[in-house]
C-alpha cells in the first residue's frame, strides 16, 4: 500500500515535472519569438532613423538653396529695375534724336 501510494506521488511529481518542462519550453519558444520581432522592430527602427536622418540632411539643404535662390532673385531684379531704366533712357534719347533729324533735315 506503502508502496503504491509512492508509485500514486512518484507519477504525480513526473506528470509535474513533465507539465512544467513543457511550459518550460513553451516559454523559451514564446522567448525566442519575442527577441525575433525584437530584432525586426529594431533593424526597423534604425532603418526609418536613417531615413529622418536623410530627411533632415535634405530639408537643411534645402532651407540653405531657398536662401540662395532668394538672394539671386533680389540680384535679378536689382538688375531687371536698372535694365528698365537704361531702356527707358535708350528711347527717350533715340525719340529726341529722331526729332532733331527731322527737324535738322527740314
Do not use: C, P
Not at 42 to 67: F, G, P, R
Amino acid at each position: 500500500m506503502q508502496q503504491m501510494q509512492q508509485q500514486d506521488t512518484t507519477r504525480l511529481l513526473l506528470e509535474q515535472l513533465r507539465q512544467a518542462s513543457q511550459q518550460a519550453l513553451g516559454v523559451e519558444r514564446t522567448m525566442r519569438d519575442i527577441t525575433a520581432i525584437n530584432q525586426m522592430v529594431s533593424t526597423a527602427v534604425m532603418h526609418q532613423a536613417e531615413m529622418i536622418e536623410t530627411l533632415y540632411n535634405n530639408a537643411v539643404d534645402a532651407t540653405y538653396h531657398v536662401q540662395r535662390g532668394n538672394v539671386e532673385l533680389k540680384k535679378t531684379i536689382r538688375v531687371n529695375r536698372s535694365s528698365r531704366m537704361y531702356l527707358l533712357v535708350l528711347f527717350i534719347v533715340a525719340g529726341l534724336l529722331l526729332l532733331f533729324f527731322d527737324w535738322f533735315n527740314s
